[in-house]
């Protein structure tokens, strides 16, 4: 009952949180490539988007719609020129975003277990996304050294 109520207040709220994460997003060292290769408007209208149909999202949608919408998404990205660990920094940023709403919107006195329960939920997912992002990262770095080694190898040096 009350993650259907987190879903309602979400939804009801989904301009402030996508103007919110919009802020997040350019104050975000991590993101400047992301920030630079897509529209301001069109990663705010999109993450409005899902915000504004969560429920639709998490109740509806099957796993095969998840997988058509978010690949495009990702082949948009890389086609945008976004670097791959900015785009999952930029997806961690809206789960992150959905974490802050959520605590303001937690009354302690009610719910001083619960919060204490969000609050090691988003430690975890805090620690995995980092190890997302860092993982991607690395591994962006390798291939575009693999890259370079290629590229030098083609010219004998």
């Not at 009952?1 to 997003?25: C, D, N, W």
């Not at 660990?85 to 001083?112: C, I, P, Y």
Request: charged share 25%.
């Amino acid at each position: 009952m009350i993650a259907l109520k987190l879903v309602r207040l979400i939804e009801q709220h989904s301009e402030e949180l996508a103007h919110s994460l919009m802020l997040k997003v350019e104050a975000c060292t991590k993101c400047a490539e992301l920030k630079a290769a897509v529209p301001r408007k069109e990663l705010e209208s999109r993450v409005f988007e899902v915000y504004q149909h969560l429920s639709e999202w998490l109740l509806n949608k099957t796993e095969h719609d998840i997988f058509l919408t978010y690949t495009a998404l990702g082949r948009k990205r890389f086609e945008q020129g976004v670097p791959f660990h900015q785009f999952v920094w930029g997806l961690s940023l809206t789960k992150q975003n959905l974490w802050d709403f959520m605590e303001r919107e937690v009354v302690q006195e009610s719910a001083f277990q619960l919060r204490g329960e969000f609050e090691l939920l988003r430690m975890l997912d805090q620690f995995y996304d980092r190890l997302i992002y860092y993982s991607a990262l690395g591994y962006w770095e390798a291939e575009e050294f693999k890259q370079r080694e290629h590229a030098l190898a083609a010219h004998g040096i």
